[in-house]
């Protein structure tokens, strides 16, 4: 069984810097993060693969970089520059995909992903 579980979620200021993590059951070889906010569809934000070539959303591109620790099975995202539109629940997906660009766009709509984080950026 899949077990994707984030951490790391809570309230910051705009400026500010927030990193979460994401326990995994099972490695892929293609893994990262999506966010949605209330009334908004969900939204890529980055992806890392197994050689650990990462991609970005160009709206997080130079703020937020997503790594893993494949011996601790976590997955990171750091942000900073933290604004008040990065404010979502942010999830953590996963599938079988050895392409950056296909990864990134794949996960929102991953069946393997977590319960989410949630991320509030005030202003």
């Known amino acids: 069984q899949v077990q994707l579980v984030e951490s790391g979620g809570g309230s910051v200021q705009a400026g500010g810097s927030l990193t979460l993590s994401c326990t995994f059951s099972?490695?892929?070889?293609?893994m990262g993060w999506f966010r949605q906010a209330p009334g908004k569809e969900r939204e890529r934000v980055a992806a890392?693969?197994?050689?650990?070539?990462?991609t970005y959303a160009d709206s997080v591109k130079g703020r937020f970089t997503i790594s893993k620790d494949n011996a601790k099975n976590t997955l990171y995202l750091q942000m900073s520059s933290l604004k008040p539109e990065d404010s979502a629940m942010y999830y953590c997906?996963?599938?079988?995909?050895?392409?950056?660009?296909?990864?990134?766009?794949?996960?929102?709509?991953?069946?393997?992903r977590g319960q989410g984080t949630q991320v509030t950026v005030s202003s």
């Open positions: 890392i693969l197994s050689a650990d070539e990462t």
């Open positions: 997906a996963a599938g079988p995909y050895s392409s950056a660009g296909y990864c990134l766009g794949v996960l929102p709509s991953s069946a393997y």
């Open positions: 099972t490695y892929w070889g293609c």
